[in-house]
Structure formats: structure tokens, C-alpha cells
């Protein structure tokens, strides 16, 4: 039975699908469950990467339109005490430009039941900040890196900070933020070649590395599916060099196919969102800086936390409203059909 049939009012108006369920869970018309939270600290980063920034940057969002720190630790605490969200993934832009970073982490830790916590960032600042966010309570985290190559890597993301981003992972490794995952995009004619190199440059680090497909989350708008390295590519390329098995054991909604290197117990993942898509099993909700709830990282409609906050409403009036984006949430991202467009914000503005 709904709250509606039982004669309770709607959040502030809107009024609720009697066909949904009468749980407090992130639910949705496919019966999927979203208990994996990604929340966007900020939509700046300290580096311009060709394939997600113009490099002067973009429009930055306005601070007095960002969530303040309690506000974010009120969000987290509504999503894992009254929505059933497990999991939270720090990310941005580049979430260690966030000054109160380890207070927010601190507060993540804090609550009960307590969530796994993870983070993704560039690395460029994580050697600095790794032994704080560990003695906050962050769990591990996710470095992205798409090349071994300091000239390769400068000219990708138009800083000179490679050695940064290394000395980042391992001090990450050091404060035991493990696994360290790297996650890489390949890009036809800039980095193909390195699928095989960066392999192993995890394997010997005790590093586990994840391909991702290039997905349409440029600001300019210019993804060309012809440039994107699959993953078929990917695999084609890694048994050049190495023995692939399926991992055993279910996948669930996790991201990532799983593919055990040699005989284990080492893996590799590729994230195949475009050729493979995985949107049937999806777990995921998505936050952004500015108090915005997406269902999907490709919607094209975002519902708005940060009023409600603001305005007065009460934990479960957000949490309603929450419930309420769940449901509506869409059977896939419909990269691969016709009249598909990509969401207006870029991958900065709405986190990884």
C-alpha cells in the first residue's frame, strides 16, 4: 500500500505514483534498488584534461549555489539512514579541492549504519592528503590515469604532474586506501597503445586497473563514437600479452566486467558502458555540488535537494522527494538509440 492510498499527503504538492511500492528504498519501475551513492564535491579540478574541459576552464559554479558541509553530511545521512544507500563515492571535479573534505568524510564515517566510503580523484594532491582522509574513515580510493608517458600526460591533461599523480597512488597504498584502483580511458590515435603498459605497471604495484569506454560527457559536445577504444579493443589488446579468464562469481551492479590476469589472483576490469551496457543491473544515485539529485549519469533531468534544505523541508520530506526521482528513473541511457543526446552538464558538473 502507498502513502497515498493511506491518505498521506505528497512532498510539498507532488504527488506520488500509486504504483510504487511502499518502501523506503531507492526503488524504480524495473525493479532495481539504488544503494550506491556518488556524491560531487565540487565541479572544479586542478587539471584540464582534453576529452572533459576546454583549457581555460569552465564556468565554475557560483559558491553561494554549492553545498555547504552540513548540508552534505545531511544528504549523506538521510540517503544511508532512510534510503537503504550503502555505499558513497567521493567525487568531483577533483574532490580533494574541497577545503572540508575530511570533515565531510569524518561525518560519512560516523554514521549508522556505516557506509563503505571510497573516492575518486586525479591524484595530483592525494600523496598530501592521503593519511588524513584515512584516519577520517575513507575506505580506498580510485585514481584516474590514462597514460605512463610525462609528455603523453601533459599534453592530455595540460599539466605537468604525472610524477604527482604516482607518488599520490602510493601514498594511498601506504595509508591503506586499498585496493588503489585506476580507472583509464583509452582514445584511438592518443593512447591505444597502452593498454598492455599500464596493465602491468599495476600488476607490479598491486594496483587494480579498470579500462572505462570514452563515454559522451564532453562539455563541447564532441564525442565521436569512432574515436572511443571498445572493449572488445581493450581485451584484444591485454591477451596480446597476457592469459584472460572471467572472474567466477556473480557480477551484480558492479560497473565492471572482471577478468582475472593469468590465472589470478590479479584482475582487470573494462567498463563497457557504450558497447556493453550494464544499465539492467545499475545501483547508482547521483548528487551533485549544487544539491541536484540525477537517477542517471546521462539524464536529462535533475531533481532539486538543495531548495528543500533550504526552504524548511524535513528529513523525510527529502527523502520522499528522493524516492520520488528514483522511480522515475529510465530502463537505460540510451546511448545506442536513435535521437540520443548527452546530458548538459559535463561529467565534471554531475561526478563520476
Given at each position: 500500500?502507498?502513502?497515498?492510498?493511506?491518505?498521506?499527503?505528497?512532498?510539498?504538492?507532488?504527488?506520488?505514483?500509486?504504483?510504487?511500492?511502499?518502501?523506503?528504498?531507492?526503488?524504480?519501475?524495473?525493479?532495481?534498488?539504488?544503494?550506491?551513492?556518488?556524491?560531487?564535491?565540487?565541479?572544479?579540478?586542478?587539471?584540464?584534461?582534453t576529452?572533459?574541459?576546454?583549457?581555460?576552464?569552465l564556468?565554475?559554479?557560483?559558491?553561494?549555489?554549492?553545498?555547504t558541509?552540513?548540508?552534505?553530511?545531511?544528504?549523506?545521512?538521510?540517503?544511508?539512514?532512510?534510503?537503504?544507500?550503502?555505499?558513497i563515492?567521493?567525487?568531483?571535479?577533483?574532490?580533494?579541492?574541497?577545503?572540508?573534505l575530511?570533515?565531510?568524510?569524518?561525518?560519512?564515517a560516523?554514521?549508522?549504519?556505516?557506509?563503505?566510503?571510497?573516492?575518486?580523484?586525479?591524484?595530483?594532491?592525494?600523496?598530501?592528503?592521503?593519511?588524513?582522509?584515512?584516519?577520517?574513515?575513507?575506505?580506498?580510493?580510485?585514481?584516474?590515469?590514462?597514460?605512463?608517458?610525462?609528455?603523453?600526460?601533459?599534453?592530455?591533461?595540460?599539466?605537468?604532474?604525472?610524477?604527482?599523480?604516482?607518488?599520490?597512488?602510493?601514498?594511498?597504498?601506504?595509508?591503506?586506501?586499498?585496493?588503489?584502483?585506476?580507472?583509464?580511458?583509452?582514445?584511438?590515435?592518443?593512447?591505444?597503445?597502452?593498454?598492455?603498459?599500464?596493465?602491468?605497471?599495476?600488476?607490479e604495484?598491486?594496483?587494480?586497473?579498470?579500462?572505462?569506454?570514452?563515454m559522451?560527457l564532453?562539455?563541447?559536445?564532441?564525442?565521436?563514437?569512432?574515436?572511443?577504444?571498445?572493449?572488445?579493443?581493450?581485451?584484444?589488446?591485454?591477451?596480446?600479452?597476457?592469459?584472460?579468464?572471467?572472474?567466477?562469481?556473480?557480477?551484480?551492479?558492479?560497473?565492471?566486467?572482471?577478468?582475472?590476469?593469468?590465472?589470478?589472483?590479479?584482475?582487470?576490469?573494462?567498463?563497457?558502458?557504450?558497447?556493453?551496457?550494464?544499465?539492467?543491473?545499475?545501483?547508482?544515485?547521483?548528487?551533485?555540488?549544487?544539491?541536484?539529485?540525477?537517477?542517471?549519469?546521462?539524464?536529462?533531468?535533475?531533481?532539486?535537494?538543495?531548495?528543500?534544505?533550504?526552504?524548511?523541508?524535513?528529513?523525510?520530506?527529502?527523502?520522499?522527494?528522493?524516492?520520488?526521482?528514483?522511480?522515475?528513473?529510465?530502463?537505460?541511457?540510451?546511448?545506442?538509440?536513435?535521437?540520443?543526446?548527452?546530458?548538459?552538464?559535463?561529467?565534471?558538473?554531475?561526478?563520476?
Amino acid at each position: 500500500m502507498t502513502a497515498v492510498e493511506l491518505g498521506l499527503p505528497g512532498v510539498r504538492g507532488t504527488a506520488v505514483d500509486p504504483a510504487r511500492p511502499d518502501s523506503p528504498l531507492l526503488t524504480d519501475r524495473f525493479g532495481r534498488v539504488a544503494t550506491d551513492l556518488r556524491v560531487s564535491l565540487t565541479d572544479r579540478c586542478n587539471l584540464r584534461c582534453t576529452y572533459c574541459m576546454p583549457a581555460e576552464g569552465l564556468d565554475w559554479l557560483p559558491k553561494p549555489e554549492v553545498l555547504t558541509d552540513e548540508e552534505l553530511a545531511r544528504l549523506i545521512g538521510i540517503a544511508v539512514t532512510r534510503l537503504g544507500v550503502t555505499d558513497i563515492r567521493f567525487t568531483g571535479g577533483e574532490p580533494l579541492l574541497r577545503p572540508g573534505l575530511v570533515d565531510v568524510v569524518a561525518a560519512t564515517a560516523a554514521l549508522a549504519p556505516r557506509p563503505r566510503i571510497s573516492m575518486t580523484t586525479n591524484g595530483v594532491s592525494l600523496a598530501r592528503h592521503a593519511p588524513a582522509l584515512a584516519a577520517a574513515g575513507l575506505d580506498r580510493v580510485n585514481v584516474s590515469l590514462d597514460t605512463l608517458d610525462p609528455i603523453r600526460f601533459r599534453t592530455l591533461t595540460r599539466r605537468d604532474r604525472l610524477g604527482d599523480v604516482f607518488d599520490g597512488m602510493a601514498a594511498a597504498r601506504a595509508a591503506g586506501l586499498t585496493p588503489v584502483k585506476v580507472n583509464s580511458v583509452l582514445m584511438r590515435g592518443v593512447n591505444e597503445d597502452e593498454a598492455v603498459p599500464l596493465l602491468r605497471f599495476c600488476l607490479e604495484r598491486g594496483y587494480q586497473l579498470r579500462f572505462i569506454e570514452q563515454m559522451p560527457l564532453d562539455p563541447q559536445h564532441g564525442w565521436d563514437r569512432g574515436d572511443m577504444v571498445t572493449a572488445a579493443e581493450i581485451l584484444a589488446a591485454l591477451r596480446s600479452a597476457f592469459e584472460l579468464t572471467p572472474e567466477p562469481g556473480e557480477r551484480g551492479g558492479a560497473p565492471a566486467e572482471r577478468w582475472l590476469v593469468d590465472g589470478g589472483p590479479a584482475v582487470v576490469g573494462v567498463i563497457a558502458s557504450v558497447t556493453r551496457p550494464f544499465c539492467a543491473a545499475c545501483d547508482r544515485t547521483r548528487l551533485t555540488a549544487d544539491g541536484q539529485v540525477r537517477n542517471c549519469l546521462f539524464s536529462r533531468t535533475e531533481t532539486d535537494l538543495r531548495a528543500l534544505l533550504r526552504g524548511g523541508a524535513s528529513d523525510e520530506e527529502i527523502a520522499e522527494r528522493w524516492r520520488g526521482n528514483a522511480w522515475a528513473k529510465a530502463a537505460g541511457h540510451g546511448i545506442n538509440e536513435a535521437g540520443f543526446h548527452q546530458p548538459d552538464r559535463p561529467m565534471s558538473a554531475i561526478g563520476g
